[in-house]
């Protein structure tokens, strides 16, 4: 069994949020693979099914972001896992939007979601950054990240999502680098295979104007 933890802020108030892709991953996932009803368990909203031949719970925090650690840490907890059958899909100021990387370890970067998350389990966990940019500067984060995403945005989020779910067969099967391609061909599609007419040659050079008189060209031609 493996725990897919979502992070977000509750409330409709938050929903469209950048800092809530976690939630929408879920959601997704959740609706293209069959998943059952959402349940209040653990501080937060838990479905569970199956992705490919892996048993799957989908965990969405209702603690608000900065304490996401208390609902992670009784979840996994109660189902005596351990940290590593734990995979947390977060937004990620330093990828552009679009893009998506999977990382096994490592810091929290000051994301206050995973700071939580670190606090109760460790940090021997798996995370999928979604990226959604950054505002160019760190006074503007929290305002940014707690502001929906734009309009034309919208397409970009859409693939994204639907890679994701995509791909998350792949991901509960531990294979990483399936998963991402999956992601990659919903969001920067294959270009079509249809061969580009050929050039056309181009035109033969006009021929330069014979200049000689008939009787040295009767005379050339014995030469």
């Not at 937004?91 to 206050?112: C, F, I, Q, S, T």
């Not at 700071?115 to 929290?142: C, N, W």
């Amino acid at each position: 069994m493996q725990i897919f933890v979502g992070l977000g802020n509750p409330g409709a108030k938050y929903a469209g949020n950048r800092h809530n892709i976690g939630f929408m991953a879920l959601d997704r996932i959740a609706e293209d693979h069959g998943f059952g009803p959402w349940k209040a368990k653990f501080q937060g909203q838990l479905t569970e099914g199956r992705l490919g031949s892996e048993r799957v719970l989908l965990l969405k925090p209702e603690t608000f972001m900065n304490l996401s650690g208390q609902s992670v840490g009784e979840a996994m907890r109660f189902y005596k896992l351990e940290p590593g059958d734990v995979t947390v899909f977060h937004d990620e100021l330093d990828l552009a939007p679009g893009k998506v990387r999977v990382k096994m370890g490592g810091g929290h970067a000051g994301h206050n979601g995973l700071r939580s998350i670190h606090q109760h389990i460790g940090e021997a966990y798996q995370r999928v950054r979604l990226g959604i940019g950054h505002p160019g500067h760190k006074d503007r984060v929290a305002g940014y990240v707690l502001s929906d995403f734009a309009k034309a945005e919208a397409d970009m989020l859409d693939d994204v999502l639907r890679g994701l779910s995509d791909g998350a067969p792949h991901l509960a099967a531990g294979d990483a680098g399936k998963f991402q391609n999956a992601v990659a061909l919903r969001v920067a599609p294959a270009r079509s295979s249809k061969t580009a007419p050929a050039a056309k040659p181009a035109p033969e050079p006009e021929p330069e104007p014979d200049t000689r008189s008939p009787l040295q060209r009767l005379a050339d031609k014995f030469r």
